[in-house]
């Protein structure tokens, strides 16, 4: 099993969110953060003053799949966040060891 | 006694006390969302100071019978004589009590204090701020209330700017250039906060602030149209003034900054109603409608400039006061030397002489020149012997938790309202649970 971690732009989140439902991924947990990579923020204008804002707001989603869905999950999330411009988000992948449902004590594959 | 008269003072009183709640959302949204609530609570606290005062002595110091220019003296201490049913005093006749007549004016006593604490928000210590309104309203606003609104009396002096013909109908100078001199003092003496020009410190919760600047806009029919003392055309007239020049100034603040930022604000919206209402205050039973809006366009338009100088010469006069309320108020009362219509103290554009110009110009140089000076050595006198500011750590985590133990909102479902979280032990139960252990 391994975990996909996807850091991309809010107002991408819902298409994501729905082609991955489509391709059969059963949950997922999402959370709003905040970040930066190579575009360093930006400067934004506020009551006549200047500001460097250095965390742009990005929404995170986090699913456990099993190893033969990786690469697709990945392509479907790379596909639909992908808007080519710059601050598009990163996705990475870690091993997981194991998995139990708290419910019923199912482990592993089962408890996906 | 006229019961009409009496019937819209009592209200315009209750309005006017409504500004400060509503001036306390106006700042409390304005603010980060870690000192919402000192920010709500340096307001509300000069309203219990304040009433306190003016009964032992504000009151008599304002509008007693001494025959000083100065101040009223202390003969009225205690509101002894306040078995006066009707006021024949301060000009002219009045047909409403003296009692009436001292509450509305104690509304105005309560806002001009409670107007400077958005200059140090976020890093003042809660209790060298109520010494500080403690002291600036007995040194300086109960004193100035003197100078500018009493007419004096078949016993009493006119306050001296009052007696030299200085027009000020509801208190542009004695209010907002007052408050405003003060809040920028105070702004040197606290010095920047942290992150300052850095962080953009914006407003945590700007429906807050629409809020807040709704309940100020209701409140300061009765500031402005209330101050006639009584329910006649005068009222009506600064009635209809307040309300062109505020719509007016937040045309003007939104149209500047849509040039000068690119995006018409909710902050600029409720901040350029306040400067209308700010500017209009001194000016609203002298001027024409179209008085008011021309000074109205020109409130919101200068303040939404004067706002950015706190950048260029480096002060962290944190919501503005300066921007907006001294700038506004100077802006309004010196606009009468122009705009005055008033009988015998007509401006220079309705065929009057230098005089008006000379005296609006004289007025503020003194109320804002005394106010500042006063204010900053008693801001001074505080900071080097209980100290006015918070440590850098208490002001980096919020001053709400240091100085009061709350937090303003408490939305997660896990929380406590203190910031710590639902099945941390407090040191008095983790107490209880040892000694249950050792009953044990």
Redesign the interface.
Known sequence: MKLVTAVIKPHKWEEVREALETFGVTGMTVSEVSGYGRQKGHT??????E???ALVPKIRIEIVVEDADVDDVLGIIVKTAQTGRIGDGKVWVQPVESVVRVRTGDRDEAAL | MDTGDTAWVLASSALVLLMTPGLAFFYGGMVRSKSVLNMLMMNFVTIGIVTLLWVLYGFSVAFGDARSGLWGGLDWAGMKHMTTIETTFNGSEYHIPLLVFAAFQLMFAVITPALVSGAIADRAKFGAWMLFVVLWVSIVYFPVAHWVFDFGGPKGEPGWLAGKGVLDFAGGTAVHVNAGAAGLALALVLGRRIGW????M?PHNLTLVMLGAGLLWFGWFGFNAGSALGANALAGQAFFTTMVATATAMLGWLVV?RI???HF?S??AASGAVAGLVAITPACAFVTPVGAVILGLLAGAVC??A??LK?RLGFDDALDVVGVHLVGGALGAISLGFLSVYAGSKGLLYGGDLTVLGNQVLAVVAVGGYSFVVAYLLGKLIDMTMGFRISREQEVEGVDLFAHAETGYDIHSAGTGSGALVGSISPVTQAHAEAREVNA
């Not at chain 1, 934004?44 to 003053?49: F, I, N």
């Not at chain 2, 020009?197 to 953009?200: A, L, M, R, T, V």
Request: neutral net charge; hydrophobic residues 30%.
């Open positions: 934004e204008v506020y009551r006549g003053a500001y460097d804002i | 020009k850095k962080d953009p914006r900054e000068r930022d690119g604000t902050l600029g939404a400039l706002v950015g950048w």
